[in-house]
C-alpha cells in the first residue's frame, strides 16, 4: 500500500542534449550557460546511458527521441523495433511472413503494381537499408512489377551519403528487370511531421501524377551528383521522377519505416478518410501494409504488431488519482504523449496535455529560439494552478537546430534554453516539495563536427545528464546522493520514489537515489524545522 504521495515533479526533457567534456563541435560547452551550470555545481547529478542496448536498441546504435522518451516512460529497457525486425531477419521468420507474401500475391493475380516507400539509409532511427533488402528478397520470387521510392537522408548519416546507399540498391536489384528505383525524394518532404502539407504533397505528386516530368538520365548516382553540385544536400533533395511507375487502381505499397511519426503524414494522403492535407487522387483498391502501427486510426496490416505495454509512468500516476501535464511543441508533441505512454493514444485519466505551436520557418536554424518561451510561460502558468504531481515538459531545441547542422545557431539555441531553465527554477524554488529533474532523451548538440571536422548533423551516442533539485532555495545544500553509470530506464523508478508511489514489477530500471543519502537528507531538513521553531 503506497503511502500519501510527495509533492511535485517537474520532469523537464532537453531533446538532444548530450554530455561530452570535448569542446570544438560542442554546442552546449561553447554556449553561455550560467544557470544550468550553477545547478550542476550545487545539486545531484549524474550521467545517463541513451544509446545501445541500455535504450533496446543494436550496441553502439544511437539513440534517438522516440526510443528515449520511451524508455524514460517505461522504466524498463524494452527491445526497440529495429532489434526486432532485425533478429526475425537474422532467424529467418522475417522471410515467412505471411502479410508480404499476401500483398505479392494480390498483386501477381490482379497483374497490378507494388511500390516499396522509405528511408533508404543505415542510419537506423527511422528504417535500416537492411530491412529493404529483406523485402527485396522476398518479392524476388514474385516477378511483379516493383517501384522503388527511395527517400534519402543526410539527417540520421552524412548530409551527402545517398549515392552509397543507392548503389547498394542498383547492385541489388541488377538482374531483376521487374524491379526499379521510380523515384527519390529528400526526407525534408517525404518525412514532414509538422502539418506543412506543401512539403508532403509534392513527394505524394511524384508518386501518383503523370505530369510529373521523369528525368531522363537513367544514371540515378549522377542525378543525385547534380543535385550536390546545387549546393543541395540528401535532406533536401527535391522529389524526382526516375522512371514510370506512378500509383494506380490495385496497386500495393510497403512502408518500411519502422518509426511512425515521419511517415505517417505520407501514408494518410493514401490511406485516410476525408483527407484534408490537400487535394489527392482517388485510387481505388489499394492494398497497404506498413512495417509498424503508424496510426491506430488507420486499418492496414501490419508487419510488427505493437507490443504490449503496461503500468509506464503516466499509468502509475492515473492509477493513483494524480494529476499529469505534458507539454511540448509540435515538433516533440508525439513524444511527451504518445512515446511517453507506450503508444497509447488517448489520455490517461487526469493527464492534460498542451500542444505550443512550433514556429512556421524552412529549417530551425532561422528560428533558434523554437517556442522555448512560449512553453515556459505556460508551465509556470500551470504550476500556479498548483493541481499536477507530474510535468512532463520537452524543449526541442538542441535536437532540431543540432540536425540543421549551423552550430552558431545551434549555440544560439542552447543560451536561450539556459534562460529559460532559469525562469522554471526561480518560479519551482517557492514551491514546497518540489522537485526539478533536468535530463535528456539523447544526444546531438553535443557532437556537431565529425571526425573530418566536417558539420555532422546526426545525434551522438554521449550520455545525458540528471540533475535533480530538491530543496531548491537552499543551493550547495545536497545531501542526495546519485548512483552512477544509470540509464534512462531508471528515470521512472526514481520519480515514484520520489512520489513515494511503489515502483511496478515490469519496470527492470531502478531509482538512482542511494538510499542513506535520501534519509540522511530528510533527517536534516526535519532537523532544519526544528531550528527554526525554536529560534
Known sequence: MDNKPNGLIILTILDGWGHSEKIKGNAIKLAYTPTIDRLWNNFSHTLLSAS??????????MGNSEVGHTTIGAGRIINQDLVRIEKSINNGVFFTNKKIHDICKEIHEDQSKLHIIGLCSDGGVHSHINHLKAILDIIKKYKVITCLHLITDGRDTEPKAAKKFIQDI???????????????????????????????????????EDTIQINNNNNYLDIIQNYYEQGISDE????????????????????????PDRIRQLLHSFAKDNFKGFITRKIKNLKIITFTNYDSNIKVPIIFPPQENKNFLGQIISKHGLKQLR????????????????????????????????????????????????ITQSVIQALDKNIYNLIVIN????????????????????????????????????????????????????????????PCKSHSTNPVPFLMIQDSNKEKFNHINLKP???????????????????????????????????????????????????
Open 52 to 61: 545501445g542496448k541500455d535504450v533496446g536498441l543494436p550496441k553502439n546504435q
Open 170 to 208: 542498383i547492385k541489388k536489384i541488377k538482374d531483376h528487370a521487374h524491379i526499379s528505383i521510380c523515384s527519390i525524394s529528400g526526407r525534408y518532404y517525404s518525412m514532414d511531421r509538422d502539418c506543412r502539407w506543401s512539403r508532403t504533397e509534392k513527394a505524394y505528386q511524384i508518386l501518383t
Open 236 to 259: 533536401f533533395i527535391p522529389p524526382t521522377k526516375i522512371n514510370i511507375g506512378k500509383v494506380t487502381d490495385n496497386d500495393g505499397l510497403i512502408f518500411f519505416n519502422f518509426r
Open 327 to 374: 507539454i511540448a511543441e509540435t515538433e516533440k508533441y508525439a513524444h511527451v504523449t504518445y512515446f511517453f505512454n507506450g503508444g497509447t493514444e488517448e489520455p490517461f485519466p487526469g493527464e492534460d496535455r498542451e500542444l505550443i505551436p512550433s514556429p512556421k520557418v524552412e529549417t530551425y536554424d532561422l528560428s533558434p529560439e523554437m517556442s522555448a518561451k512560449q
Open 395 to 454: 524543449y526541442a531545441n538542441p535536437d532540431m537546430i543540432g540536425h540543421t547542422g549551423k552550430l552558431q545557431a545551434t549555440i544560439k539555441s542552447i543560451n536561450i534554453i539556459d534562460q529559460c531553465i532559469n525562469k522554471l527554477f526561480n518560479k519551482i524554488k517557492h514551491i514546497p516539495e518540489s522537485t526539478l529533474i533536468i535530463t535528456a532523451d539523447h544526444g546531438n548538440a553535443d557532437y556537431m563536427l565529425d571526425k573530418n571536422h566536417k
Open 485 to 535: 553509470n544509470g540509464s534512462l530506464a531508471d528515470i521512472a523508478p526514481t520519480i515514484l520514489k520520489i512520489l513515494n508511489l511503489s515502483i511496478p514489477k515490469e519496470m527492470n530500471g531502478n531509482s538512482l537515489i542511494i538510499e542513506s543519502s535520501m534519509h540522511n537528507n530528510k533527517k536534516i531538513s526535519q532537523a532544519n524545522c526544528i531550528l527554526k521553531s525554536k529560534s
